[in-house]
């Protein structure tokens, strides 16, 4: 069964530009959820789908967005990149519905780098 | 809000002995689960431990166990018998029953030394 896969891997963007990054969860899980993990922050939860619903949202600028695609992909979007955007952007998934807590199983991260 | 705390940022054992890395939260709800990541370097997190919280009895998986405290919201792992392959990040996690959403703390870096 493949895992969580992230695209892409690493990028590299500027400030002011706007990035898009996808996520395929483990087939047969619906919910997707979506982290920031810097060395200062640690792991910050920027948000969850369910069915293609945001059910959960972290405090992040309206820059940070994303949604879920009908087979579970899920996409987020970041634009006006500021420098402190730069960080690794993680995305689990999990059979869990709302309701039901699950184990996450995370992908490798996209490593966004603003210069 | 729910709020997970790692207060030992770095730890270090030698290879063979036990350690503990500490956890706490604080939170009103009374139904959540608790979990333990690992982050080894440059690789995927993986779950090592899952405990619910209306369970009384501790987890334990293999050389991995925890404390959980519920009243004093206490969730600590103790790994037995460290091996080099344990050496990562640690990330101690609470999920919400109700509200689905997970919360992280910031993580504890393990060293093992051969």
């Known amino acids: 069964k493949a895992g969580v896969t992230q695209t892409p891997r690493y990028l590299i963007k500027t400030r002011g530009q706007q990035v898009t990054l996808s996520c395929s969860p483990i087939?047969?899980?619906?919910?997707v959820s979506w982290y920031q993990q810097t060395p200062g922050q640690g792991l910050q939860f920027l948000f969850e789908y369910f069915s293609e619903t945001q059910r959960n949202k972290g405090n992040f600028p309206g820059r940070f967005s994303g949604r879920q695609f009908s087979n579970s992909r899920s996409e987020m979007n970041v634009s006006t990149l500021e420098l402190g955007d730069s960080a690794l952007y993680l995305c689990?998934?999990?059979?869990?519905?709302?309701?039901?807590?699950?184990?996450?199983?995370f992908g490798e991260g996209s490593r966004l780098t603003v210069l | 809000a729910q709020t997970v705390t790692q207060s030992q940022p770095e730890m270090s054992v030698q290879e063979a002995e036990t350690v503990t890395l500490s956890c706490t939260y604080d939170t009103s709800e009374s139904d959540y689960y608790l979990f333990w990541y690992k982050q080894p370097p440059s690789r995927q997190m993986i779950l090592v431990i899952r405990?619910?919280?209306?369970?009384?009895q501790n987890a334990t998986e293999n050389r991995f166990s925890v404390n959980f405290q519920k009243a004093a919201k206490s969730f600590s792992l103790k790994i037995s018998d460290s091996q080099l392959g344990d050496a990562a990040m640690y990330f101690c996690?609470?999920?919400?029953?109700?509200?689905?959403?997970?919360?992280f703390g910031d993580g504890t870096t393990l060293t093992v030394k051969p």
């Open positions: 405990q619910e919280a209306y369970k009384q």
């Open positions: 996690a609470y999920r919400s029953r109700a509200a689905g959403k997970s919360t």
């Open positions: 087939s047969g899980h619906r919910s």
């Open positions: 689990a998934s999990s059979l869990a519905a709302p309701l039901v807590a699950g184990e996450l199983f």
